[in-house]
């Protein structure tokens, strides 16, 4: 029998360190964590950190410089599987939500003027990790439950696959019987988002703002054009949608704009 601990590396790009933080706030199971795998490298509870193969590698943060390029795809090279978590990671997050990279470029050059040059690294797009990098699993959220992390890390650890997240926001939520607040005429984007959260904000009278991301097969344009029946203007309802998800469906936005 095989007892050798997998190893794991957890990064951090550009975002809020949500996710990383959270796994250091399983403060009863940190131990154990630590103990159940070889953890080479995690910037944010460790100061001895290695950068050589990994079994696993979970990448936290969107990709904004050619400097988290580089560092990106070597941990590809090294990782045998990597893994995306939180929505920064596996949509972007809310700094992607400007798609167009004129707009981008304008945004950028009011805050930092004409230079992208620093000394450093030089600053892109911001944009997930899959623009950059084949991923093998995604742990959508903003950000990651403690459940739902270690859920996830008993099965990589297991060598099974992570639980999936197929259904919309709305199945939780017709579940826990709540009242539908897109009925109600408020612009929830529960229809068209991950389940995993259990509806939490729904729950609270709160609409959906997408912030696990979209769940697979998501009519996105139904629902467009639903909320403008619904009288929210095109420009409110592409906000509320690229919040979150911005670069994963700025095809919609093409298709919607050409019709």
């Not at 167009?100 to 030089?122: A, C, I, L, M």
């Not at 939780?172 to 709540?178: A, I, S, V």
Request: contains cysteine; negative net charge.
């Amino acid at each position: 029998m095989n007892n050798t601990k997998p190893k794991i590396g957890i990064y951090e790009m550009t975002g809020c360190a949500g996710d990383a933080l959270l796994i250091v706030d399983c403060e009863n199971e940190l131990i154990d964590i630590f103990n159940a795998a070889d953890i080479q490298s995690f910037a944010m509870a460790m100061s001895n950190n290695t950068d050589g193969e990994l079994d696993v590698a979970l990448v936290e943060g969107s990709i904004t410089t050619e400097k988290e390029i580089e560092e990106l795809k070597d941990i590809r090279k090294r990782a045998k599987i990597v893994v995306a978590i939180g929505n920064c990671a596996t949509h972007g997050g809310i700094q992607a939500r400007f798609t167009d990279p004129e707009q981008w470029e304008r945004n950028f050059r009011e805050v930092y003027g004409d230079s992208t040059e620093f000394s450093h690294t030089k600053a892109v797009q911001s944009k997930p990790i899959d623009a950059y990098i084949d991923v093998d699993f995604y742990l959508p959220g903003c950000p990651i439950s403690k459940e739902q992390f270690l859920g996830f890390f008993t099965r990589i650890l297991k060598g099974n696959p992570p639980e999936v997240y197929p259904s919309p926001v709305c199945v939780t939520c017709k579940l826990k019987e709540n009242q539908c607040l897109l009925k109600n005429g408020e612009l929830c984007l529960g229809p068209l988002t991950a389940d995993g959260c259990g509806a939490i904000c729904p729950s609270h009278n709160i609409p959906c703002y997408g912030c696990w991301g979209a769940v697979e097969g998501a009519n996105a344009r139904s629902e467009y054009h639903l909320l403008v029946e619904k009288g929210f203007s095109p420009e409110e309802i592409k906000k509320r949608m690229a919040n979150f998800n911005g670069t994963k469906i700025s095809q919609l936005y093409n298709q919607i704009d050409k019709e």
